[in-house]
């Protein structure tokens, strides 16, 4: 069992920054994503792919809507990842959630909501223009 942590959310001005953070209870051998659900969209729907990375620090993949702004990294001693947001539009607003699996058979990380088990309470993140 792995618990989530997530905090940093809040509001920012268009072209603003937001920082968020994600601590877990475990960390090893992880995959570790964060997804996104837009505010129109009801609880328990689709969340859209942000970004994920394997806790070893491999494979960093970003969504093409937020890559060159969006930047994952992480802190092993802490067990946590950040995700550092910047040139935010209004977009970007929505509740923003970590989430944790073990790898795939192959090694990979996946790219879908529904394949991780694991997930924070979510942080909502708002940007007006």
């Known amino acids: 069992q792995v618990q989530l942590v997530e905090s940093g959310g809040g509001s920012a001005q268009a072209g603003g920054s937001l920082t968020l953070s994600c601590a877990a209870s475990?960390?090893?051998?992880?995959?570790m994503a964060w997804f996104r659900r837009a505010l129109r969209r009801a609880p328990g729907t689709y969340r859209e792919?942000?970004?994920?990375?394997?806790?070893?620090?491999?494979?960093?993949v970003y969504a093409d809507s937020v890559k060159g702004r969006f930047t994952l990294s992480q802190d092993n001693a802490k067990n946590t990842v950040y995700l550092q947001m910047t040139s935010l539009t209004p977009e970007d607003t929505g509740l923003y959630y970590c989430?944790?699996?073990?790898?795939?058979?192959?090694?990979?990380?996946?790219?879908?909501?529904?394949?991780?088990?694991?997930w924070g309470q979510g942080t909502q993140v708002t940007v007006s223009s």
């Open positions: 989430a944790a699996r073990d790898p795939m058979s192959d090694g990979t990380c996946p790219l879908y909501d529904w394949a991780y088990p694991y």
């Open positions: 792919w942000v970004v994920r990375i394997k806790t070893d620090g491999s494979d960093p």
């Open positions: 475990t960390y090893s051998r992880r995959c």
